[in-house]
């Protein structure tokens, strides 16, 4: 089971540990390693909101810019055959470039929306 909570724009993965019976969660996202775990939902909520302010609280603290998680703006160079084959397959699903290559980008890295016709 994998779930995701979000808070201050920082997302969490969580899991469930069945031996422990507790739920463990990370930042994910980022490079630093920010964990935290709880027995129930409303203490993992809290966990979770706790080490998000802590973090950001620690890098202050070492003069570091805390990361941020991605924005969602994506920059990407390819070869120009590429571009014009991504450009003719937009067109040929009647979107934008941008709509289709977020879509796709999005299907294969498993986070595509699911339209249930």
């Known amino acids: ?25 990370r930042l994910a996202g980022i490079r630093d390693i920010v964990g935290f775990h709880a027995s129930t939902v409303d203490g993992l909520e809290q966990a979770f909101h706790e080490s998000v302010d802590d973090y950001v609280q620690a890098c202050e603290k070492l003069g570091q810019m805390p990361q941020k998680p991605a924005s969602g703006k994506l920059m990407l160079r390819v070869a120009p ?29 498993g986070v595509g929306q699911h339209h249930h016709a």
Do not use: P
């Open 1 to 25: 089971m994998m779930n995701t909570m979000t808070y201050k724009g920082y997302t969490a993965r969580i899991e469930y540990d069945d031996a422990d019976r507790i739920f463990v969660g």
């Open 81 to 109: 055959e590429v571009h014009s084959a991504a450009l003719t397959a937009a067109q040929a699903a009647g979107t934008s470039l941008n709509q289709w290559a977020a879509r796709v980008l999005g299907e294969a890295a």
